[in-house]
């Protein structure tokens, strides 16, 4: 599982297209979690498809 959840993580990262620095402080703070945020994400869209098709549009929606 936890592989699969790196998998993951990098292919939202790479789909995510971000160009805005990520905040120091934010950073910092997410290093601290006693959970995994990635798995919150998915539980909140309702499912990895979910978050991917999310990040997908929203990376379609900058690039419009």
Same mark, same amino acid.
């Given at each position: 599982?936890?592989? $699969? ?11 995510? @297209? *971000? $160009?805005?620095?990520? =905040? ?11 959970? =995994? ?8 869209? @309702? ?13 379609? $929606? $900058? =690039? *419009?």
């Amino acid at each position: 599982m936890h592989d $699969q959840n790196e998998a993951d993580l990098l292919l939202l990262k790479h789909n995510m @297209g *971000s $160009q805005r620095p990520e =905040n120091p402080d934010l950073k910092e703070e997410r290093k601290k979690c006693t959970f =995994n945020p990635l798995e919150l994400t998915f539980l909140l869209d @309702g499912g990895r498809t979910n978050t991917k098709e999310r990040k997908l549009i929203g990376k379609y $929606q $900058q =690039n *419009s």
